[in-house]
């Protein structure tokens, strides 16, 4: 058995990358059988990954050695915790953005249907690969992937301004990947090695400057996807793209990808030791802070409703650098945790926005009076997920929280934990009045119940459970947790297993 | 086995003669004994490639049987195999291609453009084997006048940059003699693997200094480097398609391989590094010729100038490889000549495609191909993913090498360099790709939701469609070949390269 799962990782990328072939050759006349591919692809993957989750807790590491693809460096997979904790979240909502992707673009009567699922299979399959690389240059790779394949996603409207901001887009994602090469050749060139190691395999000797320029180029490099401010602007314009698009790729698997590079370089190449001995941690915490309070911020100015998540997005994107940056065990367990609870609250948050949008035309908040009464259960799940990430207790918000204020309490900078509280309190501010506006305001324009097409209101309603779920019982679901709480043993070696 | 060395450009120089003679009666014929040709040599090159890295030994053919260093010695080694096969299969390529493009871009001079290819890939490989510094002179000679004649038959402007590149031509190939003359007075051999022997007590001789400087002068300028590049665009531009696809991917690199071979297996370690600051010149000029051609590329609103300015920076990356002087760095300069030459020659090919659907050489006029010749444009961002260098595809793979190699030299600027090339690069080759798959006829102005349903009626604004077979299957070729060398870049290192670079240590 063991044997058989260590192809699981490859397989989990194949077969979505089998999906983005399918599905052009199938094309539009024959849609039902075409959807099916995607169905089938995100069922498989997520029961591929899913398959890895005791093993890989009882400490199996699975994975394969494909070839050697530069002198010394294999393309090699290998799944760890902090991978799987990735990969279960996004192939899990991969599904449901998968059922809702076909309500939202039939209902839409979208362009080019056929481009989307495939480009957004392929895009699932960089994502994978991300997680199980066992190195930096397989990293490297379907990192690159994942920025090509999302571009065709970001200018699907066709419009003129589509087009401005895919250019936009692309120049930030390649420079983000040229400068991880850069950081990467850099890294080569002082170890000779590019395989990820629990606690880190550069050491102090490499110099400073060294190290600095390595942390900087990477910074560039993963903090595009991660949208750290000053890198942040290329996000909140992408969500031009469709709102599954928006929901999957760009609250979940693409800028989870730069923040789970930022798990990989603290705790898999520098090391949290080395990471906090150089000050790197410090200026990454800086940024990373400072960015939860601007984005709270600007996203309360937003009427646009994508817009103001997108903010929300680039917020929350930095509560879980912030953790990993505060090196201490208890912030990274957040920052793990909040990579799972944030996903299955933002893309509730997304589906909701885009079921509206297609259902009643309606983008902007200040057009939500009242719309409680004709979308209630979708309203409903906005609500939690909201109040989710304003870090009220009982959604999964608040585990993640928790243990990021605990962390930096810990670590001794009190000020994150200030940062944390403002912040909760601003997501509370800029998201919580949408729901009350939607259910408390009256409007003639919403007299009737009337929910958008099951296929978009059943994700939601799972997403909803999810997120409520992750709150009441955290390891109670695919055991999100006790991955969570592996991936701080391997890098940090404190044990939860007393309880945390 | 020991004859493969002369068989390859044997029979592509008879190939030329019959193609001719046969040409003059039926032009068919003529294609097809020139084709026969090309790809026999190749056939015969990967046997040759194949014997070379089994034995680990190179094979040696001494001419009419008269012994080096009295006679002229043809040597199929590592490198030469390397390259052989990559001119000879370009060659195959570029021939398959090459009726239908010629009948639409030059018809009526297919018959005298069949012999004039199976000659310039005769002059191109013999420049690769031979043994002998001399004999180097005389096929890259052939190859010139071969190309000259295949560019002239080009547009209106193409006799007049033929011309200049003629000059240009014959300035190279005189320096390069006249620094072969120098050698020969001082070492009293021509053979290389004789003059490797005895130049290492030659070292401070002034007359050797001066013809190791004349020969990379001479090589350089037909190589385009940076400044010496001028001739390049104007002679793509107006070039057939064939010819600029036979002349970008392989000719320049040839030029860049000869360099190459005096620098590793002629002149002694260490003379064009230390003796001489050499590589270091070449270095200094590619990266200054990386930057030059990215941003005039960006400026080019043709499609051929635009890929003649890439050229011009890609042809320096095979320079810095040599400049960086170390293993990994011109593992990366080695590599990119088989990956620029496939990039190349797919980009090119696909120009002549486009041409001939839809008669567009002007990137502003390139909206909707996606449309109208879709899989021709997905080969086309596979080049252009390859230009970029985004993986898996070949062109990553060299360009990481190059900065590695930059790190161990610790030539921090040509580091810098190799980075922001990748984004120009980048700028210039997503213009395009955007201009491609955009709708044709779209309207400038906001194009809202609402409005896309109605969207997905196709109006073909050119019915034709992708190519014909034949000038498909040779984009297609290059195009998996983009991949497949990034995928196994390490087989042709491990099996090719690293024997190759050996003479440097490490």
Same mark, same amino acid.
């Given at each position: 058995?063991?044997?058989?799962?260590?192809?699981?990782?490859?397989?989990?990328?194949?077969?979505?990358?089998?999906?983005?072939?399918?599905?052009?050759?199938?094309?539009?006349?024959?849609?039902?059988?075409?959807?099916?591919?995607?169905?089938?692809?995100?069922?498989?993957?997520?029961?591929?990954?899913?398959?890895?989750?005791?093993?890989?807790?009882?400490?199996?590491?699975?994975?394969?050695?494909?070839?050697?693809?530069?002198?010394?460096?294999?393309?090699?997979?290998?799944?760890?915790?902090?991978?799987?904790?990735?990969?279960?979240?996004?192939?899990?909502?991969?599904?449901?953005?998968?059922?809702?992707?076909?309500?939202?673009?039939?209902?839409?009567?979208?362009?080019?249907?056929?481009?989307?699922?495939?480009?957004?299979?392929?895009?699932?399959?960089?994502?994978?690969?991300?997680?199980?690389?066992?190195?930096?240059?397989?990293?490297?790779?379907?990192?690159?992937?994942?920025?090509?394949?999302?571009?065709?996603?970001?200018?699907?409207?066709?419009?003129?301004?589509?087009?401005?901001?895919?250019?936009?887009?692309?120049?930030?994602?390649?420079?983000?990947?040229?400068?991880?090469?850069?950081?990467?050749?850099?890294?080569?060139?002082?170890?000779?090695?590019?395989?990820?190691?629990? !606690?880190?395999?550069?050491?102090?000797?490499?110099?400073?400057?060294?190290?600095?320029?390595?942390?900087?180029?990477?910074?560039?490099?993963?903090?595009?996807?991660? !949208?750290?401010?000053?890198?942040?602007?290329?996000?909140?314009?992408?969500?031009?793209?469709?709102?599954?698009?928006?929901?999957?790729?760009?609250?979940?698997?693409?800028?989870?990808?730069?923040?789970?590079?930022?798990?990989?370089?603290?705790?898999?190449?520098?090391?949290?030791?080395?990471?906090?001995?150089?000050?790197?941690?410090?200026?990454?915490?800086?940024?990373?802070?400072?960015?939860?309070?601007?984005?709270?911020?600007?996203?309360?100015?937003?009427?646009?409703?994508?817009?103001?998540?997108?903010?929300?997005?680039? !917020?929350?994107?930095?509560?879980?650098?912030?953790?990993?940056?505060?090196?201490?065990?208890?912030?990274?367990?957040?920052?793990?945790?909040?990579?799972?609870?944030?996903?299955?609250?933002?893309?509730?948050?997304?589906?909701?926005?885009?079921?509206?949008?297609?259902?009643?035309?309606?983008?902007?908040?200040?057009?939500?009076?009242?719309?409680?009464?004709?979308?209630?259960?979708?309203?409903?799940?906005?609500?939690?997920?909201?109040?989710?990430?304003?870090?009220?207790?009982?959604?999964?918000?608040?585990?993640?929280?928790?243990?990021?204020?605990?962390?930096?309490?810990?670590?001794?900078?009190?000020?994150?934990?200030?940062?944390?509280?403002?912040?909760?309190?601003?997501?509370?501010?800029?998201?919580?009045?949408?729901?009350?506006?939607?259910?408390?305001?009256?409007?003639?324009?919403?007299?009737?119940?009337?929910?958008?097409?099951?296929?978009?209101?059943?994700?939601?309603?799972?997403?909803?459970?999810?997120?409520?779920?992750?709150?009441?019982?955290?390891?109670?679901?695919?055991?999100?947790?006790?991955?969570?709480?592996?991936?701080?043993?391997?890098?940090?070696?404190?044990?939860?297993?007393?309880?945390? | 086995?020991?004859?493969?060395?002369?068989?390859?450009?044997?029979?592509?120089?008879?190939?030329?003669?019959?193609?001719?003679?046969?040409?003059?009666?039926?032009?068919?014929?003529?294609? /097809?004994?020139?084709?026969?040709?090309?790809?026999?040599?190749? %056939?015969?090159?990967?046997?040759?490639?194949?014997?070379?890295?089994?034995?680990?030994?190179?094979?040696?053919?001494?001419?009419?049987?008269?012994?080096?260093?009295?006679?002229?010695? *043809?040597?199929?080694?590592?490198?030469?195999?390397?390259?052989?096969?990559?001119?000879? /299969?370009?060659?195959?390529?570029?021939?398959?291609?090459?009726?239908?493009?010629?009948?639409?871009?030059? &018809?009526?001079?297919?018959?005298?453009?069949?012999?004039?290819?199976?000659?310039?890939?005769?002059?191109?490989?013999?420049?690769?084997?031979?043994?002998?510094? /001399?004999?180097?002179?005389?096929?890259?000679?052939?190859?010139?006048?071969?190309?000259?004649?295949?560019?002239?038959?080009?547009?209106?402007?193409? &006799?007049?940059?033929?011309?200049?590149?003629? %000059?240009?031509?014959?300035?190279?190939?005189?320096?390069?003699?006249?620094?072969?003359?120098?050698?020969?007075?001082?070492?009293?051999?021509?053979?290389?693997?004789?003059?490797?022997?005895?130049?290492?007590?030659?070292?401070?001789?002034?007359?050797?200094?001066?013809?190791?400087?004349?020969?990379?002068?001479?090589?350089?300028?037909?190589?385009?480097?940076?400044?010496?590049?001028?001739?390049?665009?104007?002679?793509?531009?107006?070039?057939?398609?064939?010819?600029?696809?036979?002349?970008?991917?392989?000719?320049?690199?040839?030029?860049?391989?000869?360099?190459?071979?005096?620098?590793?297996?002629? *002149?002694?370690?260490?003379?064009?590094?230390?003796?001489?600051?050499?590589?270091?010149?070449?270095?200094?000029?590619?990266?200054?010729?990386?930057?030059?051609?990215?941003?005039?590329?960006?400026?080019?609103?043709?499609?051929?100038?635009?890929?003649?300015?890439?050229?011009?920076?890609?042809?320096?990356?095979?320079?810095?490889?040599?400049?960086?002087?170390?293993?990994?760095?011109?593992?990366?300069?080695?590599?990119?000549?088989?990956?620029?030459?496939?990039?190349?020659?797919?980009?090119?090919?696909?120009?002549?495609?486009?041409?001939?659907?839809?008669?567009?050489?002007?990137?502003?006029?390139?909206?909707?191909?996606?449309?109208?010749?879709?899989?021709?444009?997905?080969? *086309?961002?596979?080049?252009?993913?390859?230009?970029?260098?985004?993986?898996?595809?070949?062109? /990553?793979?060299?360009? *990481?090498?190059?900065?590695?190699?930059?790190?161990?030299?610790?030539?921090?600027?040509?580091?810098?360099?190799?980075?922001?090339?990748?984004?120009?690069?980048?700028?210039?080759?997503?213009?395009?790709?955007?201009?491609?798959?955009?709708?044709?006829?779209?309207?400038?102005?906001?194009?809202?939701?609402?409005?896309?349903?109605?969207?997905?009626?196709?109006?073909?604004?050119?019915?034709?469609?992708? &190519?014909?077979?034949?000038?498909?299957?040779?984009?297609?070729?290059?195009?998996?070949?983009?991949?497949?060398?990034?995928?196994?870049?390490?087989?042709?290192?491990?099996?090719?390269?690293?024997?190759?670079?050996?003479?440097?240590?490490?």
């Amino acid at each position: 058995m063991d044997q058989l799962l260590n192809w699981a990782p490859l397989l989990a990328i194949l077969v979505s990358a089998l999906a983005a072939v399918a599905i052009p050759l199938t094309g539009e006349r024959n849609r039902n059988l075409r959807e099916t591919w995607t169905i089938l692809a995100s069922i498989l993957k997520f029961g591929l990954v899913a398959s890895m989750i005791p093993g890989v807790l009882a400490g199996q590491r699975y994975g394969v050695e494909l070839l050697e693809i530069a002198p010394g460096i294999e393309l090699a997979l290998r799944v760890d915790p902090a991978g799987l904790l990735f990969a279960m979240s996004a192939s899990f909502l991969w599904i449901l953005t998968s059922f809702y992707a076909i309500g939202y673009m039939r209902g839409g009567k979208e362009r080019k249907q056929s481009r989307f699922f495939s480009m957004l299979a392929v895009c699932l399959s960089a994502t994978i690969g991300i997680c199980f690389s066992a190195n930096l240059l397989t990293f490297v790779l379907f990192y690159e992937i994942l920025s090509v394949a999302t571009y065709p996603l970001v200018i699907h409207a066709g419009s003129e301004k589509a087009y401005r901001i895919g250019r936009q887009y692309l120049v930030y994602a390649i420079t983000a990947g040229i400068a991880l090469v850069g950081g990467i050749a850099l890294i080569y060139g002082v170890t000779g090695t590019l395989d990820f190691v629990p !606690g880190g395999f550069l050491d102090a000797g490499a110099g400073a400057p060294m190290l600095w320029t390595i942390f900087i180029l990477f910074a560039i490099g993963f903090g595009v996807k991660a !949208g750290v401010m000053p890198l942040q602007s290329w996000l909140p314009n992408a969500m031009i793209a469709p709102t599954p698009v928006s929901a999957l790729l760009h609250a979940v698997a693409v800028v989870k990808a730069g923040v789970f590079g930022f798990v990989r370089l603290v705790g898999y190449v520098f090391g949290p030791e080395l990471f906090g001995d150089m000050g790197a941690a410090i200026v990454l915490a800086t940024f990373a802070g400072a960015t939860i309070v601007l984005a709270s911020l600007i996203a309360m100015t937003k009427d646009d409703l994508k817009a103001r998540l997108a903010y929300s997005t680039v !917020g929350h994107l930095s509560y879980i650098v912030l953790g990993i940056a505060l090196l201490v065990p208890q912030a990274m367990l957040g920052a793990a945790f909040h990579m799972v609870t944030h996903a299955a609250m933002k893309i509730t948050l997304f589906f909701c926005a885009g079921a509206i949008y297609i259902h009643t035309g309606k983008k902007k908040v200040s057009q939500l009076d009242g719309i409680g009464r004709q979308m209630p259960i979708t309203m409903a799940a906005f609500g939690v997920g909201a109040v989710g990430l304003a870090g009220v207790p009982l959604v999964g918000g608040f585990v993640s929280k928790w243990y990021l204020a605990a962390g930096s309490v810990d670590a001794e900078l009190l000020i994150f934990l200030g940062v944390l509280l403002v912040s909760g309190l601003l997501n509370a501010a800029y998201l919580v009045p949408i729901v009350t506006r939607a259910f408390f305001r009256s409007s003639e324009e919403h007299p009737r119940f009337g929910e958008a097409s099951i296929f978009m209101v059943g994700p939601i309603v799972v997403t909803m459970l999810l997120s409520l779920l992750l709150g009441i019982h955290p390891d109670g679901i695919f055991g999100f947790f006790s991955v969570a709480e592996a991936i701080v043993e391997s890098v940090t070696g404190v044990s939860f297993s007393g309880g945390g | 086995m020991s004859q493969i060395p002369a068989l390859i450009p044997t029979l592509l120089l008879l190939a030329a003669l019959l193609s001719l003679l046969a040409g003059l009666k039926s032009q068919r014929a003529g294609y /097809f004994l020139a084709l026969m040709g090309a790809g026999a040599s190749f %056939l015969v090159s990967v046997l040759g490639l194949v014997e070379v890295v089994s034995s680990g030994q190179a094979i040696r053919y001494a001419m009419g049987g008269w012994i080096p260093p009295i006679g002229i010695e *043809f040597v199929l080694d590592h490198l030469a195999a390397y390259m052989t096969t990559l001119i000879t /299969f370009i060659g195959v390529v570029v021939f398959i291609y090459a009726p239908r493009s010629l009948h639409f871009e030059s &018809p009526g001079k297919a018959t005298f453009a069949y012999p004039s290819m199976a000659l310039l890939i005769a002059g191109l490989a013999g420049m690769t084997l031979t043994g002998d510094v /001399f004999n180097l002179y005389v096929f890259l000679e052939i190859a010139a006048l071969a190309a000259y004649a295949l560019l002239a038959i080009g547009e209106r402007g193409g &006799p007049f940059a033929t011309l200049r590149y003629l %000059l240009i031509g014959a300035a190279g190939g005189g320096f390069y003699l006249l620094g072969v003359g120098f050698l020969y007075f001082s070492a009293g051999t021509l053979n290389m693997a004789d003059l490797s022997g005895l130049l290492p007590e030659l070292m401070e001789n002034r007359a050797v200094m001066t013809a190791a400087a004349l020969m990379v002068v001479g090589l350089a300028l037909k190589m385009a480097l940076f400044p010496m590049h001028f001739w390049m665009p104007d002679v793509y531009h107006n070039a057939p398609t064939v010819a600029a696809g036979l002349i970008a991917p392989i000719m320049t690199k040839v030029s860049a391989y000869a360099i190459i071979r005096l620098f590793l297996d002629v *002149f002694p370690p260490g003379f064009f590094t230390e003796t001489l600051p050499i590589t270091a010149t070449i270095g200094w000029l590619s990266a200054a010729g990386i930057l030059y051609g990215s941003i005039l590329a960006i400026a080019q609103h043709d499609y051929r100038r635009m890929l003649a300015y890439s050229s011009v920076g890609q042809i320096a990356y095979v320079g810095l490889g040599i400049g960086l002087a170390n293993p990994i760095g011109l593992i990366g300069g080695l590599l990119h000549i088989v990956n620029h030459a496939l990039m190349k020659g797919l980009l090119f090919l696909i120009g002549g495609a486009v041409r001939l659907r839809t008669g567009v050489t002007r990137i502003p006029d390139m909206k909707g191909l996606g449309r109208s010749m879709p899989w021709t444009m997905y080969a *086309f961002v596979i080049g252009i993913l390859g230009m970029v260098g985004i993986p898996p595809t070949a062109g /990553f793979f060299s360009k *990481f090498y190059l900065l590695l190699g930059a790190v161990e030299a610790g030539a921090w600027i040509w580091f810098a360099v190799i980075i922001v090339s990748s984004l120009l690069s980048a700028v210039y080759f997503f213009r395009v790709t955007e201009m491609i798959f955009r709708d044709p006829g779209e309207d400038p102005a906001e194009t809202s939701r609402e409005e896309g349903g109605e969207k997905d009626e196709t109006t073909p604004d050119h019915p034709q469609g992708d &190519p014909p077979a034949s000038m498909f299957i040779p984009i297609a070729i290059l195009a998996a070949g983009v991949i497949l060398v990034g995928v196994f870049n390490f087989v042709i290192i491990s099996a090719l390269l690293e024997r190759v670079v050996a003479p440097l240590g490490g």
